[in-house]
């Protein structure tokens, strides 16, 4: 299972940027998907999840209102659109889907993950 997430790069406090992970040898459009996010010597957390059909999503309060995340199933890939980003927001972002039982609920912790992405760092100037 591979798990290559893209996008990252440098922008100005208020821009955007969109987050790629393009997902091989798993299921993808049978599990939910996430993205966590990890700044300098702070812990792993998460920041948006999505159901196996696209249908649900769940958003941590400081991606609320200005992070959207979607899927395309038939492309194996997930996406986070990122808009009005802070400087706050600098981390590097991790897509994770987990393992087990298909069509399951939506996992919004790190423990919950069985696969991850290798990272791709955000990094948004004041």
């Known amino acids: 299972v591979q798990l290559q997430a893209s996008g990252g790069g440098m922008v100005q406090a208020g821009g955007s940027l969109r987050l790629s992970c393009a997902v091989s040898g798993h299921a993808f459009s049978l599990y939910p998907m996430g993205w966590f996010r990890q700044a300098p010597g702070k812990e792993r957390e998460f920041v948006a999840a999505i159901s196996w059909s696209g249908y649900y999503t769940y958003y941590a309060d400081s991606a609320q209102g200005r992070f959207t995340i979607s899927r395309d199933n038939a492309e194996n890939t997930v996406y986070l659109q990122m808009n009005n980003l802070k400087p706050e927001d600098t981390a590097v972002y991790y897509c994770?889907?987990?393992?087990?039982?298909?069509?399951?609920?939506?996992?919004?912790?790190?423990?919950?993950?069985?696969?991850w992405g290798q990272g791709t760092l955000v990094t948004v100037s004041s």
């Open positions: 994770a889907a987990p393992g087990g039982r298909p069509y399951g609920e939506l996992k919004i912790t790190t423990h919950e993950q069985r696969y």
